[in-house]
T-cell receptor, first 112, second 115 residues
């Protein structure tokens, strides 16, 4: 089983829609979680961290469910500029020597 | 502020030729350093990570090697490239943080085509 799994999509939704992605992880000892955004042929960039209590940044909401070992990203009122690949990230070890494991990404396409 | 430099941006190399990609970080010390590869339309595969000078952990057995000769320098190498080595190579750093991981910051990547 992969350490981090995501639905690859693509998700094709109209502008203004709400869309949600999930990401599951296999290591229950995982400590830190993030969502990254990657535009075509560019490097990934941090979108937001995922805290145990959940967090919100404008139209974006991230949540963590430790019991079921998944994280989620919700995008409200989607914009054309939200079209990208969204990668979830897990750091599996409680140590200073943490690997950083990426999911394979979920492609999102917003249509006018 | 911290910056990460990765070069070259694009590279076309013949099969069997050697490879050396370099990555340097500025504005921080003792970073964790990472090399990832991304095949076209795929996710990021962790190749190597390093927590200090000379300390390299390999995630996937393959035709590549990594070295960290200085604290903020990370080099990805191959003695003989294969066609399957083509891809988008990304260097990243994260702060050394006891008690758990932190986010990674990426260089702009090297798009390698082996012909």
């Amino acid at each position: 089983r992969k350490e981090v799994e995501q639905d690859p999509g693509p998700f094709n939704v109209p502008e203004g829609a709400t869309v949600a992605f999930n990401c599951t992880y296999s290591n229950s000892a995982s400590q830190s979680f993030f969502w990254y955004r990657q535009d075509c042929r560019k490097e990934p960039k941090l979108l937001m961290s995922v805290y145990s209590s959940g967090n919100e940044d404008g139209r974006f909401t991230a949540q963590l469910n430790r019991a079921s070992q998944y994280i989620s990203l919700l995008i409200r009122d989607s914009k054309l500029s939200d079209s990208a690949t969204y990668l979830c990230v897990v750091t599996p070890q409680y140590s200073s020597a943490s690997k950083i494991i990426f999911g394979s990404g979920t492609r999102l396409s917003i249509r006018p | 502020s911290q910056t990460i430099h990765q070069w070259p941006a694009t590279l076309v190399q013949p099969v069997g030729s050697p490879l050396s990609l370099e990555c340097t970080v500025e504005g921080t010390s003792n970073p964790n350093l990472y090399w990832y590869r991304q095949a076209a339309g795929r996710g990021l595969q962790l190749l190597f990570y390093s927590v200090g000078i000379g300390q390299i952990s390999s995630e996937v057995p393959q035709n590549l090697s990594a070295s960290r000769p200085q604290d903020r320098q990370f080099i990805l190498s191959s003695k003989k490239l294969l066609l399957s080595d083509s891809g988008f190579y990304l260097c990243a750093w994260s702060p050394l943080a006891r008690g758990g991981g932190t986010e990674a910051f990426f260089g702009q990547g090297t798009r390698l085509t082996v012909v």
